[in-house]
């Protein structure tokens, strides 16, 4: 083979390897393969938070570990942290990567005089205190749906790859007597997709500026190779979940494949007449979010490939009205805060079929499915008759008001704006925060951000919480610090339910709503018609003296900027790509 050929073959071999198809020698058809669309990244730390030892005898040169890193063992033990145990003294490091991530962890070590791996603890945390903390089911730190505390051997003169969690902060401790470690490099291995953030949103008030974005990357972080709704635990598809996250993909990414992929998965393992997750809501929450992502995206082939799901499904829940009354089997729930509520959860699964069965007229319509569409119709008839009491309750409240069940200013006023954000979730905080929209409460809408979810960043979040309460503030530490003397523990201390304590989730996409209703509402991006073809611009800008930002839809991003001039009038510029109509 002369030098020509083997030039030929290697850039054939890559060019394979550039779309994702194996080198030739695994051309045999047993193989199954599947393409990872993520990146990884290495990550240096940018703090030691803690070390057990400053004294330099069992600790040396820890600040190395800030360096930049290469990922390569060498042979000259230069810049290492040494950490020595003696029969006595175990050392341990703490390290802060700054944000949370999902990935792992690599270690680089060096010439240990032993010439034998050694054995060391990592901790993952999404908290400083989680990272420091026992595996405990009183204090909640655990291993469920991904490891984050266990014994690893480390290589002499070598490189080792571990974890698969999310996390911000690393714990290292050796674990034998009479030990010593040469450590090069730590660093983390970020996993994400790598993909560019085509909206935007930026105003005159920064709180809000950082919470958009805030809820941006707690969903990207969680666009594994599935939508997942916690990146430490919860790593699965749970499809009511889905839906601010959806939102917010719409808003900020634009089409992701993630998105159709994670609402197929949990049809082909929901086959009717099942609930998908076991949850009759998260049924229709599927529903739900193909009418918003075929409003947003305008995938008609993709819809299509429902059609049959779709009709049979919908059929099913018009089976579940007795008496215009939803009478849903399955588990009964809207979020955790009210799952043992059982008349709100009631008046709430009321609203939801009537917006259910609404969003599957239109897209049986879409269909050419008139029958069904018809039967719809019917069903949504008789479920208006009946209006449930929504007990004070402000999820469902909100569900009633956008479902058309009471007036929306009815619903602010005496339930939802009752007490500020008392009573919000960070999942139904987003319907909470619709239908204040829906009642003109803009102002009290932003304000409700700023407070509960600016409240999360004020304690050192850099993703938005599984759940929250801002009375959990009253004398609490941040979690990037370890906790002071005479103050609470706010990640050990809280939670309910599934996410009692530090097994709560720190990083949960169904806290994304306030990115998706700021460029909705604040920005005032309506989408009007399938695949954004059509978008209304209707700015609401409270108190704020500018708001622009950007828009993705199919054919391009549009970019819109509101001044408020010294007449109070707002001024609005818009500049749209060809065959986006925008109405104003």
Known sequence: MTMKHVILAFILCFSMNAFGQLPPVFSDASYKSEKDNRAHVYLSPLKILWQSDKSGKYIQGAENLLMAGKGQAELVDKDMVTLKSDDVTKPGILLDFGKELHGGLQLVTGMMAQNKPVKVRIRFGESASEAMAELDTLKGATNDHAIRDFVVDLPWLGTLDIGNTGFRFVRIDLVDPNSTLLLKEVRAIFIYRDIPYLGSFKSSDEVLNQIWATGAYTVHVNMQQYLWDGIKRDRLVWIGDMHPEVMTINTVFGYNEVVPKSLDLVKEITPLPGWMNGISSYSMWWVRIQRSWFLYQGDIAYLQKQQSYLQALLKQLIGKIKDGKEDLDGMRFMDWPTFENKAAVHA?????????????????????????????????????????????????????????????????????????????????????????????????????????????????????????????????????????????????????????????????????????????????????????????????????????????????????????????????????????????
């Open 348 to 584: 709430g699964l009321q609203a939801m079929m009537v917006m259910t069965l609404t969003d599957g007229a239109e897209l049986s319509r879409i269909l050419g499915d008139e029958e069904t569409a018809r039967h719809c119709d019917e069903a949504v008839a008789r479920l208006r008759k009946v209006v449930p009491d929504a007990v004070n309750n402000k999820q469902a409240a909100s569900l009633m008001a956008l479902a058309g069940l009471i007036p929306a200013q009815q619903a602010n006023k005496e339930v939802i704006s009752v007490g500020g954000t008392e009573g919000f979730s960070t999942f139904y905080g987003y319907y909470m925060l619709e239908a204040k929209a829906l009642a003109g409460d803009y102002t009290g809408a932003i304000e409700n951000i700023k407070t509960y979810w600016g409240g999360m960043i004020d304690m050192g979040a850099t993703t938005f919480w599984e759940d929250f309460d801002t009375k959990w503030m009253h004398n609490a530490a941040r979690i990037d610090e370890l906790v002071p003397e005479g103050k609470i523990d706010i990640h050990a201390s809280y939670g309910a339910f599934s996410y009692k304590k530090l097994r709560h989730s720190l990083s949960h996409g169904w806290a994304s709503g306030p990115t998706a209703w700021l460029t909705a509402h604040v920005l005032g991006v309506k989408v009007m018609a399938s695949g954004s073809a059509v978008i209304k611009i209707e700015p609401h800008l409270g108190n704020l003296k500018f708001v622009e930002g950007t828009f993705p839809t199919p054919k391009g991003v549009v970019s819109i900027k509101h001044v408020r001039m010294a007449n109070g009038q707002i001024k609005t510029t818009v500049k749209a790509p060809k065959g986006i109509k925008v109405i104003k």
